[in-house]
């Protein structure tokens, strides 16, 4: 199993948020944190239908960036896609 693997493994297994939480500041830097949690406001703008150049112009980001998560979601089998409709419709019953 190759190192990627392994990692993906270990994220799979932690299912706990406190334990997620600590890995996540013992492995990535706060830069690193910062740029998946942009990575996911993305997404959830995209999916939500917020134009690219909205979602450029609010998160100060390029329209490159924003054109990669658009092409994901535009998959219908993306795994994205699966997780912001699962998560949207969680929200919903809170």
């Known amino acids: ?12 297994r932690t299912n706990n ?3 997620m939480q600590k ?4 492995l990535f830097t706060q ?6 949690a942009l990575r996911w406001r ?8 917020k134009t690219q150049r909205e979602i450029a112009n609010e998160l100060g980001i ?6 990669r998560g658009s092409k994901i979601l535009k998959d219908p089998e993306s795994q994205m896609n699966t997780i912001l409709k699962e998560y949207e419709h969680g ?4």
């Open 62 to 67: 390029s329209l490159c960036k924003i054109t």
């Open 23 to 26: 890995l996540f500041e013992e």
């Open 1 to 12: 199993m190759d190192d990627l693997h392994e990692l993906i493994d270990v994220f799979t």
């Open 42 to 49: 993305l997404m959830k703008d995209l999916h939500q239908g």
């Open 91 to 94: 929200k919903e019953q809170d």
């Open 31 to 36: 830069r690193e944190k910062y740029d998946f």
């Open 17 to 19: 948020y406190e334990q």
